[in-house]
């Protein structure tokens, strides 16, 4: 039995069996090959399972994200049948006696190389797919073949760290617990387990080449500590603690149905954060008003190229159906940052936290916005949508804004398509959107304090820095007394303001929030059940 600490990010505990993900930063050696003919069956094998792999893939994204995205596994199929490429390594197994794992790395570098130095766009997009397709051929030849989260039973995900594109590619019904090496409270991890109501720790000193998938964990969010196969006493008190604990959700499960309204009458609306259209369940089974924050920037994730128009439209479109009527506030693309894609091939910066993102790109990249601005604004027909801009500093920003969604109008009636304009919103993120809100309330329908990026500018602290955890302090005075401003100001101009960020989700600050006059708290599905008893047990009212 092994004892590991760290910091917990969701208060729970889970038992079960660990599944180790690792990253494709292969260190192949090359090694006389003794036999050729036994490296040549053994590159067949690999080829023979990532064929497999492939199809399971393809499969999954027909039925999940469509046609258009599932044609990137097509693509690889393809390629994995390339009779240059296959030629090119069996020519160095034989020629040079080397094992096939070197034979893959140098080809698949090789053919990406040529792929990269081509003048045409599509043929350049291939470099991407041959390394890819290398680096499955990799991991089957060493045996680390990729995890079928479909076929895998409810296991404790233990890794270096988590990118936002790997965490959205996950069965999340198959996953009791996160444990990271690395990793921010605030982190796109964190954010997810919150979401899922499961246990999550980061900043375990784990050496993962010491774990292996299969081993048996305990996972305990309230103490911050994981044990390694534990004895069969901390087993039994695990499975007791478990038993508590789901005593306490069945019991906050009687306030399903029941209004978000205090002891003394004021109402306030508690809607979901989500990421995905198949985080929808989460949002109905936890009985959410409605979507406070959609984050659309995860159908650009783990993807090859940009999501068609189409493709969007399909994902708006179900969203809003599957809500009936509520409302449903989707966020335009926040890529940038913590949230990077190779397709968009943006340059690496200092402080890319301050850099090129969110709307930033919107604007200078504008064919982008207006891709997914049109598929917002048709989809709007089909519900109670609006959209929310993030990452705003200026008056100018809302105006260009505006000018590009008169732009798709335009273009959506000449071409005869149906469309909705929706209610128009802005994140108050910044400390600039802060000090100029009464400005901005003029200009939009509605205010989202986004916590976790304003404390972060506020304060000028790196919120993925875990270094500086001890002096991240969501709960500042400074970022009080902002969110109060950012209320005053909206609401002597008509306007309702809400909080998306993780400091709305704090059922110690809820009795707060609802004293400042904020009228909607957008929190993860999971605490949407412990936000409602806070409100229905609290009064604000004074006397008299």
């Given at each position: 039995m092994q004892s590991f600490l760290g910091k917990p990010v969701y208060k729970g505990i889970a038992m079960g069996p660990v599944v180790v993900l690792k990253h494709d930063d292969f260190q192949v050696k090359r090694k006389k090959a003794e036999d050729t003919e036994a490296e040549i069956i053994r590159l067949e094998q690999a080829k023979e399972q990532a064929e497999k792999?492939?199809?399971v893939l393809h499969d999954k994204a027909v039925k999940e994200v469509g046609e258009d995205s599932a044609a990137i596994f097509e693509v690889h199929q393809m390629m994995l049948e390339d009779e240059d490429y296959l030629d090119a390594i069996h020519n160095m197994i034989q020629t040079e006696g080397v094992n096939a794992e070197y034979a893959v790395a140098v080809t698949g570098d090789n053919f990406a190389e040529m792929f990269a130095s081509m003048e045409d766009d599509y043929m350049k997009a291939r470099a991407a797919d041959v390394k890819d397709i290398s680096n499955r051929l990799l991991k089957n030849l060493v045996g680390e073949g990729e995890i079928d989260f479909?076929?895998?039973?409810?296991?404790?995900?233990?890794?270096?760290?988590?990118s936002p594109s790997e965490t959205v590619q996950m069965d999340k019904e198959k996953i009791l617990a996160f444990v990271t090496v690395h990793g921010s409270t605030n982190s796109h991890t964190a954010i997810l387990a919150r979401m899922m109501n499961i246990p999550a720790l980061i900043?375990?000193?784990l050496n993962l080449e010491e774990i292996h998938t299969g081993m048996k964990a305990v996972v305990d969010g309230f103490q911050g500590k994981m044990i390694l196969e534990p004895t069969g006493e901390i087993c039994r008190q695990t499975s007791d603690r478990i038993g508590e604990e789901t005593e306490k959700l069945q019991l906050l499960q009687t306030l399903?149905?029941?209004?978000?309204?205090?002891?003394?009458?004021?109402?306030?609306?508690i809607y979901a954060n989500i990421g995905s259209v198949g985080d929808i369940g989460y949002v109905l089974e936890n009985d959410a008003g409605g979507i406070g924050l959609f984050r659309s920037e995860f159908l650009y994730l783990g993807k090859k190229d940009f999501p068609s128009e189409e493709e969007q439209f399909q994902a708006y479109k179900k969203v809003l159906q599957m809500m009936a009527g509520k409302k449903v506030i989707i966020r335009t693309l926040d890529i940038g940052a913590d949230k990077q894609v190779d397709y968009f091939t943006l340059e690496k910066e200092d402080n890319p936290a301050m850099g090129y993102r969110a709307i930033r790109i919107c604007l200078k990249q504008p064919e982008i916005f207006k891709t997914q601005l049109r598929a917002l604004l048709r989809a709007a027909v089909f519900g109670n949508l609006s959209i929310m801009y993030p990452m705003i500093i200026s008056t100018e920003e809302v105006t260009q804004i505006y000018e590009i969604v008169d732009q798709v109008q335009r273009e959506l009636e000449e071409e005869q398509i149906p469309y909705k304009l929706p209610e128009q919103g802005i994140m108050i993120e910044t400390p600039a959107a802060v000090m100029i809100s009464d400005e901005l309330a003029e200009m939009v329908d509605f205010f989202s304090i986004g916590t976790n990026d304003l404390t972060q500018y506020t304060l000028a602290i790196d919120r993925q820095n875990a270094k500086l955890d001890d002096f991240y302090n969501p709960q500042h005075k400074a970022i009080m007394k902002m969110i109060q401003m950012v209320v005053d100001n909206a609401h002597k101009h008509g306007k309702w303001v809400g909080i998306c960020g993780e400091l709305g989700a704090n059922p110690e600050l809820t009795e707060s929030f609802v004293r400042m006059g904020v009228d909607e708290l957008s929190v993860a599905p999971s605490m949407i059940l412990k936000i409602r008893k806070a409100v229905r047990e609290m009064k604000v009212l004074p006397k008299g």
């Open positions: 792999q492939l199809q479909r076929s895998m039973e409810p296991s404790i995900i233990v890794a270096e760290d988590l900043g375990v000193p399903k149905g029941k209004e978000n309204i205090t002891l003394d009458g004021k109402k306030i609306n």
